[in-house]
């Protein structure tokens, strides 16, 4: 746009003039960065897992995608495990490697299919050893595979805002 001197109050530097040009232009520059909260698809930087129309799934997007940490290497990152299962020592001791074998396959399969399925760790105690894990769903699944050839049952119960599912 040409700017002349009529459109200007009389006696303004030209210096002011660009000045407040430059003024008028900085609310468009800022609308157009993208907050990535908000962003249509975004990527995480830790895993490479994609959010994309509000749903977080394995999958290629542009090098240039605006990167957000997913809420799976969130909770890793904070060690705050949505769900455990508590697994009796008595039935991990009978069957030690074909139950974690057993516990890895089902990680597997269920965080192939959901990136925000996965376990964040597991330790042992006297009594059982617990699966602490990013979500409710594959906490569900290693119980009921537990269970399952365990012959145990599982009780579920809510503490400190963690699902805990308790085999045996
Ligand atoms: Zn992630």
């Not at 907050?35 to 975004?42: K, L």
């Not at 749903?55 to 997913?70: E, H, I, Y």
Request: aromatic share 2%; with cysteine; proline share 6%.
């Amino acid at each position: 746009m040409q700017v002349t001197n009529s459109d200007r109050s009389p006696g303004r530097p030209p210096l002011r003039t660009r000045r407040a040009d430059q003024d008028r232009l900085s609310p468009i520059v800022e609308s157009r960065t993208v907050n990535p909260a908000n962003a249509r698809t975004v990527v995480c930087p830790n895993c490479a897992a994609v959010r994309k129309g509000g749903k977080w799934s394995w999958g290629s997007v542009s090098v240039d995608a605006p990167r957000l940490q997913c809420p799976a290497c969130k909770r890793i990152a904070e060690s705050k495990p949505a769900a455990v299962v508590h697994i009796q020592n008595a039935l991990i001791d009978r069957k030690r490697e074909e139950l974690f074998a057993l516990i890895r396959n089902v990680e597997s399969n269920t965080t192939q299919r959901d990136p925000l399925e996965r376990i964040i760790a597991v330790s042992t105690d006297v009594i059982s050893t617990s699966v602490f894990t990013t979500g409710e769903v594959i906490a569900d699944r290693i119980a009921k595979a537990i269970s399952d050839v365990s012959r145990a049952t599982v009780t579920t119960r809510i503490s400190d805002g963690i699902k805990g599912f308790v085999v045996g």
